[in-house]
């Protein structure tokens, strides 16, 4: 067929084909080696200032963070240094605080031993006070006991001689026994130093008051009941009656 | 016998009839009469009572050596406990430590012989009549229940003293005595030693 057109000769074998298309495809080749290295140029250039503008930007913060810290390393160290002056001061004070505590201590033994000597001479203080305390109590309640006595011993004398003035017999010798006796009663009562036979002998008196009444009321109403005055002899048996 | 002398007898026996037939006093009793069915009020009872025959029994009692008698309602008080004095029954036992029981009072009936000539009813045959007379309360202010009463032959006893507890002059005497020695005042001090 080409032989037909009368132009050129068409390969007909590989290789001819391939001695054909070889300068094509190197043109090609070349072309697209020049346009991928054109492209990569460029890309790399790029990627290139990128990179150098992000590592700029990195190292002046980085520049900057150094500066703060050595600033602060600086500032630290200086605060190092204070504290370290500071702890030799309170070295120094901490030695001086042991020896004054050791004093103190040495102070306070002392103390301790005074303070002992102290209680153990207040503890026989307490003793000999106590046993003082305790004798003057007995005494006061002795007293107390001994004025409350008398107290309770006028109370029923004074009730009994009110039976006496009700008595229509001869009631005079009871009448002045009971004034002497209770002025007896009224002196020792006010005494400072009462004594036990103070107290028996106006007991006994007092007992003995007691039974006179006691026979002469008795006897006043039996009288009474003997000639039947039974007004009186009721009068009597109130007498009894008005102390149950 | 004449004439005379029949007819005097004759009104002798209607006098001594007559008199029979009314009411007259007790020998030896005092003012007082048992009355008998039929029989005419005489002018001298006009206003006297007529009670049950019924007197107070007389109660000795041994271990406390004491002889009283309770009183009931309308018992007449025979001459014999004349001036005898009653209780009140609580006091009584307070003084001599013996109870006495009580007894309901019993239906105070009594017949007032009111008119002169009046019959006396059949169920009064038996009664006592006497002239009214009642004991005479005696109080003390000092204390509830001390109560006494002097009793009088013939006196009847009211209502308020039933129960009461009557004792003759000696034994009351005997026993205010032993009561004055309790009470106020009897609690003697021991002798020395007290205050100790």
Known sequence: MADSNGGAKVPQTFGEKLSFSLPVILVTLVLAVGIAFAIVTIMDGKTRQALTDQIDEEKSLRTKEVGELKKTNADLQTEVTKVSKSNDDLGKANGKLKD??????????????????????QV???????QDISSNKDDINKVDRRVTYIEEKIKKIDEIAKDVEGLKGDTATLKQEYTVLRGDLDTTKKKADIT??????????????????????????????RSTDLKNLLDRLGDVEGGK | MNLKNLYSV???????????????????????????????????????????????????????????????????????????????????????????ETQDSPDAERWVLKSEGKSVPKDKHGWVAVPFTQPQIESSGKAKGLEMATLYANNVVPKEMNGWVAVDRDTLAKLSEKYMMTGKGADLPKARAENK
Do not use: H
């Open chain 2, 10 to 100: 004759a009104m002798l026996a209607v006098l001594v009839a007559l008199a029979g037939c009314n009411t007259e006093r007790e020998e030896g009793q005092g003012e007082r009469a048992v009355l008998k069915a039929g029989q005419q009020v005489s002018a001298a009872m006009v206003g006297w009572v007529a009670v049950p025959n019924t007197q107070p029994s007389l109660i000795a009692d041994k271990d406390k050596a004491v002889s009283y008698a309770v009183v009931r309602t309308n018992n007449v008080i025979p001459s014999s406990m004349s001036s005898w004095v009653a209780i009140n029954p609580t006091l009584f036992s307070k003084m001599s430590d013996i109870k006495v």
């Open chain 1, 196 to 225: 036990d036979k103070d107290l028996t002998d106006l007991s006994e008196r007092a007992r003995m008051f007691q039974m006179r009444v006691l026979a002469a009321r008795a006897r006043e109403a039996a009288d009474a009941a």
């Open chain 1, 100 to 121: 004054e505590l050791g004093k103190v201590g040495e102070s306070l033994s002392k103390v301790a031993n005074e303070n002992q000597k102290y209680v153990e001479s």
């Open chain 1, 124 to 130: 026989q203080v307490d003793k000999v006070q106590n």
